[in-house]
């Protein structure tokens, strides 16, 4: 058997360590999922944006349901601008607002996005989302976009 390359082996670490990490969030989601619905709503909002920091198509892909909305975007060209993109994207939510009823859950989270460490907009995420066989899944997001009535400063 040919020898590896080292980058070839750091590549295989790296997707190790994703699938690793992607294994544990959703582990994570199904047990709170279990006892605290809200919590796990809020634990798939938190997983997509730690996707959209590391740039994870795996994570990315994993938290929306199959045919699943996205604004006027579609989640193929969502992962693909967040994965290939060469600007950091850092979105954090605050005063998350989660409705569940059920299988159905409904999450509004005002939100500050920082695309390489600088404020650039805030808005509103509204995810819609639906359990399946006990995991969260995103049917739908959109959001709104201002520059306006911001506080750049807020981070959680």
Do not use: K
Not at 23 to 40: E, N, R
Not at 56 to 84: H, K, Y
Not at 119 to 140: A, K, S, Y
């Amino acid at each position: 058997m040919p020898a590896r390359r080292p980058t070839e082996e750091i590549r295989l670490v790296s997707t190790l360590a994703a699938l690793l990490a992607l294994s544990a969030s959703l582990a994570t989601q199904t047990v709170a999922a279990a006892t605290d619905p809200q919590a796990a709503v809020l634990g798939v909002v938190n997983t997509l944006f730690d996707g959209m920091r590391s740039r994870d198509e795996a994570t990315l892909r994993a938290v929306f349901a199959p045919q699943a909305r996205l604004g006027s975007d579609t989640i193929d060209g969502f992962v693909t601008a967040v994965t290939t993109g060469e600007r950091y994207l850092d979105e954090v939510t605050f005063q998350e607002t989660v409705l569940v009823d059920g299988d159905l859950a409904m999450a509004w989270t005002p939100y500050n996005l920082f695309i390489d460490g600088e404020f650039h907009h805030c808005g509103v995420d509204l995810f819609v989302m639906r359990r399946r066989e006990g995991r969260w899944l995103i049917t739908q997001l959109d959001d709104t976009r201002r520059t306006e009535d911001c506080d750049p400063t807020r981070r959680n």
